[in-house]
Nanobody
Framework: QVQLVESGGGLVQAGNSLRLSCATSGGPVSTYTMGWFRQSPGKEREFVAG??????????TDAVKGRFTISRVNTNTKTMVYLQMNSLKPEDTAVYYC???????????????????WGQGTQVTVSS
């Protein structure tokens, strides 16, 4: 069973940076698209960034373009996915989730229901 575990969230002031990490276990997932989503109270889970299996294509929601960078490192036993978040704003406050799309199709969906595996989430709070 594939498992995803996020880390790196916390409380920061606006303008600062955070780096989120997502560690996979339970099997090789190097050939699958992975993404980051976020959800704040009263809102639906929204796409933040995605990356195809080899890292050669990425996608971002407009609100984070130029500030966030997604990357991944694949090994024989696990995959690590990172989200470098710079110039953070109070509106970036949310629970951030790592997600895995269990399909051998090279695409980056933006709908949450296109991803089959999820982490437990990590809280990011940006104060003004």
């Amino acid at each position: 069973q594939v498992q995803l575990v996020e880390s790196g969230g916390g409380l920061v002031q606006a303008g600062n940076s955070l780096r989120l990490s997502c560690a996979t276990s339970g099997g090789p997932v190097s050939t699958y698209t992975m993404g980051w989503f976020r959800q704040s109270p009263g809102k639906e889970r929204e796409f933040v960034a995605g990356i195809i299996w080899n890292g050669e294509r990425t996608d971002y929601t407009d609100a984070v373009k130029g500030r966030f960078t997604i990357s991944r490192v694949n090994t024989n036993t696990k995959t690590m996915v990172y989200l470098q978040m710079n110039s953070l704003k109070p509106e970036d406050t949310a629970v951030y989730y790592c997600a895995l799309r269990w399909r051998l199709i090279v695409e980056i969906p933006i709908l949450a229901n296109e991803y089959q595996y999820w982490g437990q989430g990590t809280q990011v709070t940006v104060s003004s």
